[in-house]
């Protein structure tokens, strides 16, 4: 069976098997192959098994992929050979065709720990482990970040999926908010890295939710929101 040995500054080398045809590489906590660190994207690269052999796919990533020192172009399969380097943000993964050629680096390879994501070292050499209960909010908030969305209440087809990034109500380019001191921004929304949160950035133009008046607020699905005189409500799909 085929591995890469995932390489990380400060930790020990770690092997991860390659047991399924097609694996993700991302910073996605529902990545087969899991890099939980900023410099990675969360939909990165994949590696792909096919009849000739495992090849390597760049998925458009913010920092790139590089082989060998080389950066791949986006989209676009590279056959691997064994002991090829992939460079995905920090990390390095050397490809391996067979568990079988028994040492890496004067180790015997069925002595290499398994690597698992949520596992690693921290300050004095101590190790780390993510608690079922931890990766569950994780995924949890994963699903919230990727299925969330916004919609007036009286057209659900005006919907906007703000993601990871910034919606803002009122003024140019932003939702469409009504009424007599809605002049400009009124509110945005944005995300914490766990729920998105509702906050209010104008004087005079009130901002509800669920019929109560908020300065700032965290968003549960079902949530409705009257900004100025407009109502939406807020889903996770």
Excluded: C
């Excluded at 991302?26 to 969360?42: E, F, H, I, K």
């Excluded at 901002?207 to 100025?228: A, C, F």
């Amino acid at each position: 069976m085929a591995f890469v040995v995932v390489k990380e500054k400060n930790n020990p080398d770690r092997i991860f098997h390659l047991r399924e045809t097609e694996v993700m590489i991302g910073r996605d906590v529902n990545a087969l192959l899991a890099l939980p660190n900023v410099s990675v994207s969360r939909k990165h690269a994949q590696l792909i098994h096919d009849d000739s052999g495992w090849s390597i796919e760049d998925l458009g990533s913010q920092n790139g992929t590089e082989l060998n020192g080389t950066k791949l172009g986006s989209g676009s399969k590279t056959q691997l050979n064994s002991g090829d380097q992939i460079h995905v943000g920090k990390y390095t993964l050397v490809y391996f065709e067979d568990a079988r050629l028994g040492l890496y680096e004067g180790e015997l390879v069925d002595e290499i720990p398994e690597y698992s994501p949520f596992t690693a070292k921290g300050k004095g050499d101590t190790t780390f482990q993510m608690s079922r209960a931890m990766l569950d909010q994780l995924k949890a908030a994963a699903r919230v970040e990727e299925k969330a969305v916004v919609h007036l209440a009286d057209d659900s087809k005006q919907a906007w999926h703000p993601g990871g990034k910034t919606l803002i109500f009122g003024g140019e380019g932003g939702l469409p908010v009504s009424g007599l001191f809605a002049k400009g921004e009124v509110a945005e929304l944005t995300w914490t890295g766990k729920a998105h949160q509702l906050r209010r950035t104008a004087v005079m133009t009130k901002v509800k939710v669920n019929g109560e008046s908020i300065q700032q607020v965290e968003l549960k699905s079902g949530d409705e929101l009257l900004v100025g005189k407009t109502r939406y409500f807020y889903r996770v799909g």
